[in-house]
């Protein structure tokens, strides 16, 4: 019980003295994404419209391109050597591959969050938080209003607030995933990204890293790829279900609202892996 | 299933923990017996029975004598398999006593023959600038040599670990088309003969540009020797980085340079430190270059960048072959320090290299008695959910990890 009330006490944002409001949420839009590791392709023209404010869930079999697919959507994807892609992404209606956009600056636009979590092991839970300001060259004094603010909306606030200054690795593996759901708020994204964000935690911490997301959502567009169907019904709006068949790239079978792909999918492999009948 | 409502009479026994161990106490025993023996009976058919005589043979024989007959003793105690498992661990064994050997030895010899005129307050405090074959032994030191050493040792640092450590950088972060050849250059350097680097600095910069023999040039050939190991250890501290990592910091919206120099070498600075320590014990000792390139003196030499500079091993080589037993003890007095600076180089680098560990240690130490809650709301959630099951969650909505793959 102390869990659920805390949670809610937790993620209020802004509950205290709100500091600047985050950034409004911006719709993602990947129009016939392809991609290539080499001359091995593992996308075939994928397009997927993800709307500002609302929670995309991709779910699919292993190997059927997911993580390509997101790490496309903040130019991750061509930090492998060899990597290639075709298509556009739209971040509220701009290419993120145009020619005039930094990579570092639609990086800082859609924030990322990892399988593992990966806090920086040489420095401090504060510092953590302050880890993008410092990383783009901002100043990082005095922004103690953003620390609070960014572990609150993670839910993770109540938890350290009297331990800011150790590290970050001395958390909890939970703890530590939502301390890097923090890091990546504290930039200001308009989207996040998370991969699999759950899948090396324990139950109670995935539910908590679940309340998060929901209230995130609220300012922030999530993109969310997960092996757990329960968990896609609960968190998203929309689905979009990946499949690859044997020796060929991956692709988009079906995509719409949650309710729908779990509950009348239109293709009989999407009813089969929601229903857990292969994978 | 219910649980028995009696307690068991035996649990009101006080517990005795013990240690199950291999190997009994006779054991030892048996050991020393069977090397006793094995000697006894190799000096009776060797030395008195055989015309043969000699140290090397006699250790050679006793050993294996030593091993069959332990063998036996095992086996007729313990049985075949336990025969061959002991003496396999007492061969291994003996082995890296072999191993240590030598070196003690070499420490042993040098610490014997130098800590005489090592202790005397002038192997610190005065230079070879009025010694004389007639001086007495309390006279004379080494201080120049300390004094060239440490400097050419700075300024070997100074020169190959920016410059190692930028390379690694360079070949594990940046990497590309030139990462190939500049790996197999950076090895091709570590096999480079300590004398060929000397020769190189000696023709290209005193015998071509003019410089004077100084301390710089022959920390300038000391530092192509340290820059390979340097480079090659920061290269492998690196690698152990997890890509995640250096992703969440690009994946912020960091430009490469600040995730590598603000992520990526903070987590590996104990690593990199260790990297130049080993780098200096090894460029310290070295003497071959140094012949052709700081030359040598006898007189103190403050300034690195001008005039023959001496240094402790320069001083040794020097000094050991001299007619003057005076000389040859100053000159052992000499190994001793260098032997001591490379000891005290290495147990640093394991110190440094030691240090996230510990302070991990330290870290769990003081976690291990859970903290005293701040608030009380904080208490039940701080308890990590890893460690302890949730003793109120909502099980009908908890998650399967691992569903349909
Ligand atoms: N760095 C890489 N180099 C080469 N091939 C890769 C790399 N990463 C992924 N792949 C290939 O791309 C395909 C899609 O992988 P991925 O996007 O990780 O799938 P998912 O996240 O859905 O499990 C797989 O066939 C995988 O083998
Ligand atoms: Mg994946």
Redesign the pocket.
């Known amino acids: 019980m102390t869990f659920r009330t805390l949670d809610r006490a937790d993620t209020v944002p802004g509950s205290r003295s709100a500091p600047a409001p985050p950034r409004a949420s911006a719709s993602l839009e990947a129009q016939s994404v392809s ?1 290539w ?2 001359s ?1 392709k ?2 075939e023209r994928v397009s997927l419209t993800m709307s500002a404010g609302g929670v995309t869930a991709l779910i ?12 496309i959507l903040n130019r991750m994807h061509e930090l ?1 050597p ?2 290639m892609l075709a298509g556009r992404v739209l971040l509220d209606g701009d290419d993120v591959y145009g020619d005039q956009v930094q990579a570092t600056d639609t990086r800082r636009r859609i924030g990322m969050v990892f399988q593992k979590p990966n806090p920086f092991p040489t420095m401090t839970i504060r510092d953590n938080v302050l880890a993008g300001l410092k990383l783009t060259g901002q100043a990082t004094s005095g922004r103690d209003a953003l620390v609070e603010q960014s572990l609150q909306r993670a839910g993770l606030w109540n938890e350290v607030r009297n331990r800011l200054d150790s590290p970050g690795g001395a958390l909890s593996g939970g703890q530590q995933q939502r301390l890097c759901i923090a890091r990546a708020l504290a930039v200001g994204p308009e989207v996040l990204l998370m ?2 964000p759950c899948s090396a935690l324990d139950p109670t911490s995935t539910r908590r890293i679940e309340e998060t997301i929901g209230e995130i959502a609220r300012d922030v567009t999530v993109v969310i ?1 997960t092996h757990n169907m329960q968990q896609a019904q609960r968190v998203s709006d929309q689905c979009a279900f ?1 499949l ?1 068949a044997e020796d060929e790239p ?1 692709r988009i079978v079906e995509a719409g609202a949650t309710a729908q792909i779990f509950d009348a999918p239109t293709d009989p492999r999407t009813a089969d892996y929601v229903h857990g009948r292969f994978g | 299933m219910s649980v028995p409502a009696t307690v068991d009479p035996a649990h009101r026994v006080p517990e005795r923990p013990v240690r199950p161990r291999m190997v009994g106490r006779d054991d030892g025993l048996v050991l020393v017996g069977s090397a006793a023996s094995g000697m006894s009976l190799v000096w009776v058919v060797y030395e008195r029975l055989l015309p043969l005589s000699g140290p090397v043979g006699f250790w050679l024989l006793s050993y294996v004598a030593f091993l069959a007959i332990y063998r036996s003793v095992v086996r007729s105690t313990h049985g075949a398999l336990a025969a061959r498992d002991r003496v396999m661990a007492v061969v291994v064994t003996s082995g890296a006593l072999g191993l240590a050997a030598p070196l003690t030895l070499i420490i042993l010899f040098v610490f014997s023959k130098g800590i005489g005129a090592l202790v005397k307050p002038a192997f610190f405090t005065q230079t070879l600038a009025k010694v004389g074959p007639l001086s007495p032994e309390d006279q004379g030191g080494a201080q120049h040599a300390i004094v060239g050493t440490l400097e050419q040792l700075g300024l070997t640092v100074a020169v190959s670990a920016p410059l190692g450590v930028a390379t690694a950088v360079f070949l594990n972060e940046v990497g590309g088309r030139l990462a190939r050849p500049v790996r197999t250059i950076v090895d091709a350097m570590s096999g480079v003969p300590s004398i060929v680097a000397g020769l190189f600095v000696y023709s290209l910069l005193i015998r071509t540009l003019g410089w004077s023999f100084s301390g710089f040039a022959a920390s300038l050939a000391l530092a192509m020797l340290m820059l390979p190991s340097v480079t090659r250890t920061t290269e492998e501290v690196l690698r152990l980085v997890p890509g995640g990592l250096r992703e969440s910091a690009l994946a912020l919206g960091a430009p490469e340079w600040r995730a590598t120099l603000q992520v990526v070498l903070p987590t590996v600075r104990a690593g990199v430190v260790t990297a130049v320590i080993l780098g200096m014990a090894r460029a310290v000792g070295e003497t071959a270059p140094l012949i052709m390139t700081s030359f040598n003196s006898s007189v103190m030499n403050w300034n690195p960048f001008s005039g023959p500079q001496s240094s402790l091993p320069i001083y040794v080589y020097r000094l050991v072959g001299n007619s003057d037993p005076g000389q040859v003890r100053r000159a052992w007095a000499g190994a001793l320090a260098l032997i001591v600076l490379v000891l005290g180089l290495f147990t640093m680098a394991r110190w440094v290299g030691g240090a996230p560990q510990r302070r991990e240690r330290r870290r769990q130490r003081r976690q291990a008695p859970a903290p005293a809650p701040a608030s009380a709301a904080a208490a039940p959630a701080s308890t990590s959910a890893a460690a302890a099951p949730a003793p109120t969650v909502d099980l009908t909505r908890t998650d399967h990890p691992g569903g349909p793959q």
Request: glycine share 22%; charged share 15%.
């Open positions: 991609a590791f080499g091995h593992v996308l699919g079999p292993s190997g059927c391109g997911k993580s390509t697919f997101i790490r492998v060899g990597a991969d699999e790829v990946f690859a991956g």
